[in-house]
């Protein structure tokens, strides 16, 4: 997946630096290739092709949080809470 985004990019640049050294061209439109033929299509598909993954991964987490308060353990790890024990009061 991230070979043909990469390849796209590297497809886009080309573009771009083709468009910037041209006689008719201009460093302007050379932006303007590359943020709308390379950019913003990879970011796009990159972003809804990733969606499973964070859905996974919320869906994870919320399992991972409904097992720790279903077993009762505050810090989730095994391990007693530091403070456990109050500290011992002096009288004045």
Do not use: C, K
Not at 65 to 70: C, D, F, I, R, V
């Amino acid at each position: 997946m991230y070979l043909v985004a990469i390849a796209w990019l590297y497809v886009a640049l080309m573009m771009a630096v083709a468009e910037a050294i041209s006689t008719q061209g201009s460093v302007l439109g050379a932006v303007v290739t590359f943020l709308f033929y390379g950019l913003g299509p990879v970011s796009l598909v990159m972003y809804l092709l990733g969606t499973p993954a964070r859905r996974r991964a919320q869906r994870a987490a919320i399992a991972r949080e409904q097992a720790a308060a279903a077993s009762g353990d505050p810090n989730e790890r095994g391990h007693a809470a530091r403070d456990s024990v109050a500290a011992e009061r002096e009288e004045a």
